[in-house]
């Protein structure tokens, strides 16, 4: 712990020190506002990552979850709700996009876990970009079951070519929790790159999204 805020409250330390000095304990603790009977706010919030294992696991839990935990109930998991939808509508909205809020690495990383990381079932998504290499859109193409979904390249393609995209990243998530893409994960990706190839249409990557863990086709030099 960085002793320069040693004895600070969250609060007073986001605002001296910015969002990114504080831990997660105390994020949500600034969240949470107050705790529960005989317990302080911030004991409260480094007890409930502590129960669910991580910050990710506590803000997707499903409200039965709370009901185990004494002195946690409706108010605090509605709290939490909130502001796990307020992250996710953030990422996703238009201006967001317009806004280059996905333009790096890791605000791709960001962007996708929360559009994708919570669904029950598999989503493909595709990120079309401009000759700059701008966000042009975030499309949610392909909806599938809980253990697969159909990608259909052709009509990638097509909506690139309706966006006069000039290149575009893959994504989806697995609802398992387990990144490792399967074969016809790494099969479909090549039929998309090679459909792309014929339009000069660049294909960036595929991220395979699972639950705090994802798998980067580029990384891994699976796009060739």
Known sequence: MDKQWLGTP????LLQGGAGA???AELLA???RTGCKGVHVMTLAEQLIAEFGSL???MTAEKKAFSR???VGTAKYAQLNAVAELARRFFTCSEALEKSVIGTPTDMLN???SALAHREREIFMVIFFDNQHRVIEASEMFS???NSVEVHPREIVRQALKRNAAALALA???PSGIAQPSRADRDVTQQVILACQLLNIRVLDHIVIGRGEYVSFAERGWLS
């Open 69 to 71: 935990i004494d002195g």
């Open 10 to 13: 969250p609060r007073e330390k």
């Open 144 to 146: 599938g079951t809980l």
């Open 172 to 174: 989806h998530n697995h």
């Open 30 to 32: 600034i969240f949470l």
């Open 111 to 113: 962007y996708l876990y």
């Open 22 to 24: 504080l831990t997660d």
């Open 56 to 58: 990710y696991q506590l």
